[in-house]
């Protein structure tokens, strides 16, 4: 595909589908052991993904977002039961040896003997840290090599494994699903209306992890703020989310933490969502389970229930079902998804004099997984965990009738210099650029940034440069 061809899902959908249907089926029926199976959890993804209308700039990255999302679907169906074995009569021996490994140990493998992606590739599939990946791997093929002989080495187990598993996957070829696909989607809207506008709250996470390993959120997260809440009169709670009619409006520019998906820091977009009773509530639900708009970003999250959002004077709590916290699978997921959380449900109280703490619940429980009961509630770390610059308008994916476009955002206080650049996707041309000024530092040292710029139609790739650091979105101008 030509870059600028990426812009339009029409064309993407049948080209991947095109390039990486069987694959996909293939490398899902080593993950599951059920051709059906396999090939339904891909058909959702390719409907999910187009649903989601993230903007690719790259083949690579509309290949790496529908292989996270069919290894999601999978997830979502099996939990941590991993590959079914069961009831199957002559299923082929290497899926019946990768039954006896975890979930995220057959996951590896996979990808990395038969999907033959590198361990950084493994990693942002996976949302693994690149140690994570070397790790499971190894002690995956300790566990099967106990099956072969004493002498047979690490290297006779990975070839016999990558050769076992080619012909595993081949034994049959996946069935054409491109009309099953193209009915499903005809109720999605065309292009150009982007998902700011239709975003479903409870969609699923499309992309996980980071692929870099995020610092210890507790070790500097801790303070002297241990007391427990008590309702009183400054108390807001939020309504069940499955309330009809707290879903019934949107609530208009809701910041929402994500990851970037190259550095782990945070990056804010500002979201059109529907209601879950107050701004808090719909935030932290868009937080476990709307995908991001940019694909530059992603989430640590899969998807779950949020129980309560209820704020106590200085302390916000919020308490997440169980089951969105247990489909966190390490210490720097968890690290990674609470910052999301920490950092989103303040931003959307306001914390002005720094005294806000956020208390995090599993179910109403205070134990979380891998770390028990935190020793004190979860505050901010400042802004070094933080992006250096956000583009807060337009958000990736918008349509806009406009002759100038106006862009705006925040920037960090150690940045030193910020400018803009508008270009023509896919063909390049320059439209226009310029230096930006941003303003007098604000709240915890961010300084707010607008420019105003002529723009062309077409699809439309805006570029701020802080020091280097590039924050890029891609929009439509008609």
């Known amino acids: 595909m030509a870059s600028d061809e990426h812009r339009d899902r029409g064309w993407w959908l049948k080209s991947a589908y095109h390039d990486q249907w069987d694959d996909l089926v293939r490398m899902a029926f080593l993950l599951c052991g059920r051709w059906e199976d396999a090939e339904r959890a891909v058909t959702d993804a390719f409907v999910e993904v187009y649903r989601i209308n993230p903007r690719f700039r790259t083949d690579d990255l509309v290949a790496d977002y529908l292989r996270t999302t069919v290894v999601n679907q999978l997830r979502r169906r099996q939990g941590r039961a991993g590959l079914h074995v069961e009831g199957r009569q002559g299923l082929p021996s290497p899926l019946d040896r990768l039954s006896q490994l975890s979930r995220i140990e057959q996951e590896v493998l996979v990808m990395l003997l038969w999907a033959d992606l590198d361990e950084d590739e493994t990693a942002h599939v996976l949302g693994l840290r690149h140690g994570s990946v070397e790790n499971l791997r190894d002690k995956a093929i300790h566990t099967l090599g106990k099956q072969f002989r004493a002498e047979d080495g690490a290297a006779h187990v990975e070839s016999w494994l990558r050769v076992a598993l080619e012909e595993a996957a081949s034994q049959q070829a996946p069935s054409d699903q491109l009309e099953t696909i193209d009915e499903r989607i005809q109720q999605v809207s065309q292009r150009g209306r982007g ?24 070790g500097r997260m801790h303070t002297p703020r241990r007391s427990s809440p008590v309702p009183g009169a400054d108390e807001t709670v939020i309504s069940d989310p499955s309330d009809e009619k707290s879903m019934s409006t949107l609530q208009k520019d809701v910041p929402v933490l994500y990851l970037g998906r190259s550095d782990g820091l945070l990056y804010r977009e500002m979201r059109d969502l529907p209601t879950a009773s107050d701004k808090l509530g719909t935030a932290v639900t868009a937080v476990i389970n709307a995908a991001p708009l940019d694909s530059d970003y992603t989430s640590a999250w899969m998807g779950g229930q949020l129980n309560k959002a209820v704020v106590h004077g200085d302390v916000i709590v919020l308490d997440v079902a169980g089951a969105a916290w247990d489909a966190i699978r390490s210490r720097e997921k968890l690290t990674a998804a609470i910052r999301q959380l920490v950092y989103t449900a303040t931003a959307v109280v306001g914390d002005r004099n720094g005294q806000k703490s956020v208390q995090l619940l599993r179910d109403g429980s205070p134990s979380l997984p891998f770390i028990g009961i935190p020793q004190a509630n979860f505050i901010e770390e400042g802004t070094d965990r933080c992006g250096p610059v956000w583009i ?29 650049r508008i270009n023509l996707a896919g063909k390049g041309d320059l439209i226009s650029r310029g230096v930006i000024t941003p303003g007098q530092p604000g709240h915890r040292g961010w300084r707010r940034w607008s420019v105003s710029a002529p723009v062309r139609s077409g699809d439309v790739l805006i570029t701020i440069d802080a020091d280097g650091t590039k924050a890029i979105k891609l929009v439509t101008v008609s």
């Open 195 to 218: 998902p700011s506008r239709r975003a479903v709250v409870g969609s699923a996470l499309a992309a996980l992890g980071v692929g870099v390993a995020a610092p210890v959120v507790w």
């Open 392 to 420: 807060d308008r337009p958000q990736s994916g918008q349509t806009l009738a406009a002759t100038r476009l106006t862009i705006e955002g925040q920037v960090q206080r150690k940045v030193r210099a910020i400018s803009y």
